[in-house]
């Protein structure tokens, strides 16, 4: 399977705790995305990287949550001292170069903070 | 934050009949995606129209955009019972150096066998 994979694809944790999610993106893919979305809303934006480097931070992503893309490959989204509040759908997409921006996205992970 | 307003939030439709969503938008746009997601499921991407495109089709798809009104719809015909899903539609902007999409709210299909 040629897709983006994200893992894994449910994590419940206690309030306080760390979490982190792995996505790989489409090998041939040098942009990768995270966006965050809850129930019943339509996601949003997080951040975005370009091969290693992050281009582009929402005002969603606080200080409690940090982003890497060490390799220009696969990518973490690492959230510190969870709280209920963070209880969502992380999503991952990627899309090659060019100016149309065509998305694919992941399956998803969802997180539950109790 | 959310782009705009899918309309309507939720549609019930018989099987096969035809089914119309409709997007409202705020800014200067690239292009605008739709998108499909099953329940709890990731996001599925169906057709992408460049600004500079008034109508695109894509099997049972037809999108249409209308810049001047800042507005998308997304018609799926001969629906079935499998395109029961939320559909989305996304936007990128305009500037350059952003890649980021912003999604609307959704429009909940329920197409009843």
């Known amino acids: 399977d040629t897709g983006v994979s994200q893992d894994p694809r449910h994590k419940i944790t206690k309030r306080g705790q760390n979490v982190t999610f792995r996505c790989d993106p489409i090998?041939?893919?040098?942009?990768l995305y995270w966006y965050r979305q809850t129930l019943g809303q339509g996601p949003e934006f997080l951040t975005y990287?370009?091969?290693?480097?992050?281009?582009?931070k929402s005002r969603l992503l606080s200080d409690r949550f940090s982003a890497e893309r060490p390799k220009g490959s696969f990518s973490t989204l690492e959230i510190q001292r969870t709280e209920q509040g963070d209880s969502a759908m992380y999503l991952c997409?990627?899309?090659?170069?060019?100016?149309?921006?065509?998305?694919?996205f992941g399956p998803g992970t969802r997180l539950t903070v109790l | 934050s959310q782009q705009g307003e899918e309309d309507p939030q939720a549609l019930s439709i018989q099987e096969g009949e035809n089914a119309t969503m409709n997007c409202s938008y705020k800014t200067s746009i690239n292009n605008l995606q739709w998108y499909r997601q099953n329940s709890g499921r990731g996001l599925v991407h169906l057709i992408l129209?460049?600004?500079?495109?008034r109508e695109k089709h894509s099997g049972r798809l037809r999108v249409t955009l209308d810049t001047s009104k800042k507005s998308s719809s997304l018609l799926i015909t001969a629906s079935r019972a499998a395109d029961t899903a939320s559909y989305f539609c996304a936007t990128k902007d305009s500037g350059a150096g952003s890649y980021q999409l912003t999604f609307g709210k959704g429009t909940k299909l329920s197409v009843i066998p």
């Open positions: 090998s041939e893919h040098n942009r």
């Open positions: 129209i460049r600004s500079n495109e």
């Open positions: 990287f370009q091969n290693e480097a992050q281009l582009e």
């Open positions: 997409a990627s899309s090659s170069s060019g100016s149309w921006n065509e998305q694919f």
